[in-house]
């Protein structure tokens, strides 16, 4: 039976190092990092999430800000909160939740976000900078992650072949460049799989780890992995179940009984990849503000 990848341990593990960095870093320059994140409209599952940052940053220390706006909010008003965030002294990392509602344009408010608070990692400037293999990069949260769960269980993807199944701008493709990057994480051989790929099976079976992002339930079976391979499984689709109180359950892109019979190791759903996402957004909140607090002590000389 395979090892299960406890994104839930993992992330303990981490928010405990950040809330240090972050307590040490206080002290040395007198500023707390400081994430706003702006939510338009009432979607529950935003909600929820955005309830689960504002925790998240109080339990490490950092400031944090909570801005919410009506469903019928335009365009332009969301712009010009984001520019008040952008000059926000306090603020180092910003986020919009997404979905929007239909009349405001994603793109319109990705474009203004400035790049060096953008620890969603989305801007062209940010996704142009990790597509050419930077480094120092704030790449999204969730590839993040992904990588930070492979290395520190010990499945460091260097010389590796891994497929991962899905292009979405936000997992598929970003995951597999910071794979290809010659840096902690990655100098894996990356085959990307999608929606189109003629007979998936035969592609995931050369994989010696399995990034699962396709957002289909149980996608991935037991015949279409190796004996050994590592899945790291990024789906959370909701199925009927008439036994849950509350009508339905979490799965992933995995089939994860049958796969976790013949895998070296797996993440599970929920508990794998999900705790991860914040912890990661809190990790790049940490990195902005040492940038910008050193840009601004550089200026200022």
């Known amino acids: 039976m395979a090892k299960i990848i406890s994104g ?30 702006v939510l338009v409209g009432n979607d529950p599952a935003s909600q929820v999430y955005v309830r689960m940052k504002g925790k998240a940053c109080r339990e490490v220390g950092f400031h944090s800000e909570e801005i919410v706006l009506p469903e019928d909010t335009p365009e332009e008003e969301l712009l010009g909160v984001i520019d008040g965030l952008n000059a926000h002294p306090e603020i180092h990392g910003l986020l919009v ?19 060096a608070k953008d620890v969603d990692g989305f801007h062209p400037i940010n996704v142009g900078r990790l597509a050419s293999g930077d480094r120092d990069v704030l790449a999204p949260a969730t590839p993040a992650g992904i990588i930070e769960l492979l290395v520190r269980n010990g499945y460091d993807p260097s010389g590796k072949r891994v497929v991962v199944v ?40 050369e994989a010696d780890i399995l990034v699962a992002a396709a957002g289909r339930p149980k996608l991935i079976t037991r ?30 892109d995995v089939d994860f009984e049958g796969v976790a019979e013949v895998a070296e190791a797996i993440t599970p759903v929920p508990g794998g990849v999900g705790p991860m996402t914040i912890t990661m957004l809190l990790r790049n909140t940490l990195e902005a503000a040492r940038r910008i607090e050193g840009a601004g002590a550089r200026a200022s000389r």
């Not at 939740?97 to 790049?115: G, S, Y």
């Not at 894996?188 to 189109?196: K, L, W």
């Not at 909701?238 to 849950?244: F, G, L, Q, S």
């Open 8 to 37: 839930t341990e993992l992330s303990a593990v981490m928010r405990a190092e950040i809330g240090a960095e972050a307590q040490a870093f206080g002290a040395e320059t007198g500023v707390r990092p400081g994430l706003a994140v």
């Open 97 to 115: 939740q997404l979905p929007l509602p239909p009349q405001i344009d994603p793109q319109n408010v990705i474009l203004r976000i400035d790049p």
């Open 223 to 252: 015949d279409m992995v190796k004996p050994g391979v590592v899945v790291i499984d990024v789906g959370t689709n909701r199925v009927a179940d008439p036994t849950r109180e509350r009508g339905w359950r979490l799965v992933g």
């Open 166 to 205: 899905g292009r979405s701008n936000i997992v598929g493709k970003p995951v597999a460049l910071l794979l290809l990057r010659d840096a902690r994480g990655g100098n894996a051989t990356v085959t990307v799989a999608h929606s189109r790929t003629r007979d998936l099976g035969s592609v995931t079976r």
